[in-house]
């Protein structure tokens, strides 16, 4: 049998989401797919941690917007759910609340009624938020037991400070003075229709919608540097800086710590992008006495990107491993949904998605050294190690 010739695509072309604003000020993002028996809801409100003038309250109004509304308990909502094959997803990160609902085309509309409840009339039950208060204090004491843990949080404190939204760590007993108060008015504050917008993906034939650590054995480590967000000209060439560092199984990093030094299972460098900043960060974690060892080879390749022209082999290879990923997620009507909301949140049109392709298959060696040189200076490289004999910051 003959293997089918691999081939790349040359180009990537997305429809732009069917746009609408609502008489309420929400505008909704409508992504078309008729022939996926499925709907997701996304609806994207600006409340996340760094808008939060009080510890944990972004969280935890999120996550318990559904343990209780005006007309339904926590468990209706659960069996409504339940009894339609639906679901929802709720995820919260630094500057955003995603709150995502999924269900068949067919019951769109039943589970489209709970979503209503949940965002529209939850009443946040003192008891729930009591229960919700104890189990998160003590899973937050449990998770700083981990170096990983350690490592982030401190990572985060060196690379933006430690008053900076981003880099604030509140101690788990913060949850004590957490009240049902506290979340009423978060929640009347940011989850209004004017600080929110919803992207609708699927079989979706109109485009409405009805609501708006001691003794660690293990060091983890973290080094990286402030860069820029998205829509800096340098950004998509060092998402293939950071590919070609730690961005894959066979990546360079991977090849040396795992493969050839047995260092670590795994390790990764990403490109990592905020609403108010955006950074580059190399993470792993490595037996508490190689620590030393991991960190110079860690500089090392690092250096390689600034000192060695990366081969035309090596960087092709990784051109088709980011353009067959963009595939990846674009196949299917939520992964063109989930890059729709990225691409509204940085103010951008879909048509970036193809842009940022040719720029990946423009890219050459003598690019990606050049970027490597002016970004990745040791000297502006801030380190974390937790778990080791001492912490590096």
């Not at 949940?118 to 189990?135: D, G, M, N, Q, T």
């Not at 843990?149 to 760590?169: D, K």
Request: aromatic residues 8%.
């Amino acid at each position: 049998m003959k293997q089918p010739q691999l081939t790349t695509p040359s180009d990537i072309s997305l429809h732009e989401p069917l746009r609408r604003t609502l008489p309420n000020g929400v505008t909704i993002h409508t992504l078309c797919a008729a022939e996926f028996e499925v709907v997701r809801v996304s609806f994207v409100f600006r409340a996340g941690s760094a808008q939060q003038r009080k510890a944990f309250v972004a969280t935890s109004t999120a996550n318990l917007l559904s343990e209780g509304t005006r007309d339904m308990t926590s468990q209706q909502i659960a069996e409504q759910f339940d009894f339609y094959g639906s679901y929802f997803d709720v995820n919260v990160d630094r500057d955003y609340v995603y709150i995502s609902f999924c269900s068949l085309s067919k019951y769109f509309r039943q589970t489209l009624a709970v979503a209503e409840q949940i965002l529209l009339h939850p009443l946040f039950p003192e008891e729930e938020v009591a229960s919700y208060r104890e189990k998160r204090k003590q899973r937050l004491r449990i998770e700083r037991m981990k170096v990983e843990t350690e490592a982030r949080e401190a990572f985060a404190r060196a690379l933006f400070g430690p008053a900076h939204p981003y880099g604030i760590t509140w101690p788990e007993t913060a949850y004590d003075d957490l009240t049902r108060d506290d979340l009423l008015d978060f929640y009347a504050r940011h989850y209004t229709a004017r600080n929110c917008f919803v992207v609708c993906s699927g079989a979706v034939t109109t485009p409405h919608a009805a609501v708006p650590h001691a003794g660690a054995v293990q060091s983890s480590i973290r080094i990286g540097r402030l860069l820029f967000g998205r829509n800096h000209p340098d950004y998509v060439g060092m998402q293939v800086v950071a590919m070609l560092l730690g961005g894959y199984f066979g990546s360079r990093l991977m090849q040396n710590l795992r493969e050839a030094n047995g260092f670590t299972y795994g390790v990764v460098a990403a490109m990592v992008n905020l609403e108010r900043e955006g950074y580059l960060a190399v993470a792993t974690q490595v037996a508490r006495d190689a620590t030393d060892r991991a960190l110079a080879e860690i500089y090392r390749e690092i250096e390689r990107l600034r000192t060695e022209p990366v081969a035309e082999e090596e960087l092709s290879l990784v051109r088709n491993m980011m353009t067959g990923e963009m595939m990846r997620i674009l196949d299917g009507p939520f992964g063109i949904a989930d890059v729709t909301i990225e691409n509204i949140l940085c103010g951008r049109r879909n048509d970036v998605v193809s842009e940022n392709l040719q720029r990946i298959r423009a890219i050459t060696p003598a690019e990606v050294q050049r970027l490597a040189v002016k970004y990745l200076p040791r000297e502006a490289l801030v380190t974390v190690v937790a778990g080791g004999p001492e912490s590096v910051l």
